[in-house]
């Protein structure tokens, strides 16, 4: 498993300066708006919403943003900006590959935004499937350790991969096994970091230092759009 994912976001979102806080909530709250208007209010019976949220308190999110955006997706908060899911496909410096995901209430100024985003990087915006091909859906579970003993037990409730790495490690699942092995790990007291269903990038692709500047750039440019939700890319960084 490789490529740059959303954790690394996440992760950068826990030390952020207050000035980028305000976009970093935006986008936690329409990942929350639409993970309610999509399967309800209740996050014990609604598994995106929970995960929504949790990234939410990772982010150090006030608790009445959260609540707020959970009502705007329920309908009981009623402000007039309607959220949809928008997916882009495309290439960064050195022809690395990039799902984009975005959730707006203006698809046309966030195509515009984001083909402007590529296009700075080097890149370009690209047609449906043009990159997808590349990237498989994972379910991603990153913890700070893990016993040996649980990795048994964890495979057998979906768990695909287990790599350790410095400074943590990563369980990859099937996206319908998520749940379980998350809830399998809270059952052993292990604390997740983060936990989330993600373009896993099938393979990686090398890049030269000087061009690794250049995709931190873009991710960089993508995490304060506020339109950007989620990016994945095969890009070895």
């Avoid at 994972?138 to 040996?148: D, Q, S, T």
């Avoid at 936990?195 to 393979?203: P, Y």
Wanted: hydrophobic share 35%.
């Amino acid at each position: 498993m490789s490529g740059h994912s959303k954790w690394h976001q996440i992760h950068r979102q826990k030390g952020v300066a207050d000035a980028k806080r305000g976009a970093i909530f935006t986008k936690l709250g329409n990942n929350i708006t639409v993970a309610a208007k999509l399967g309800g209010g209740d996050p014990d019976s609604n598994f995106r919403l929970r995960l929504a949220i949790d990234q939410a308190k990772a982010a150090n999110m006030p608790k009445d943003n959260i609540e707020r955006a959970i009502k705007r997706g329920t309908g009981e908060l009623n402000d007039g900006k309607k959220i949809e899911t928008v997916n882009y496909e495309g290439y960064g410096p050195d022809a690395t590959a990039f799902i984009i995901e975005a959730l707006t209430d203006n698809r046309n100024r966030t195509s515009s935004n984001i083909k402007h985003i590529l296009n700075k990087a080097g890149g370009l915006l690209a047609g449906p499937n043009s990159v997808a091909w590349m990237f498989e859906q994972k379910g991603v579970i990153r913890i700070k350790n893990l016993a040996e003993d649980l990795e048994l037990p964890l495979i057998d409730a979906g768990a695909q991969d287990i790599v350790k790495e410095d400074g943590g490690v990563t369980i990859y699942t099937d996206p319908s096994s998520l749940k379980k092995v998350k809830e399998l790990l809270e059952q052993h007291g292990v604390e997740i970091d983060y936990a989330e269903t993600e373009q896993v990038a099938k393979d990686k692709k090398a890049v030269s230092e000087e061009q690794k500047e250049k995709i931190q750039k873009l991710f960089d440019d993508l995490d304060n759009d506020e339109d950007v939700s989620n990016y994945y890319t095969n890009a070895e960084i």
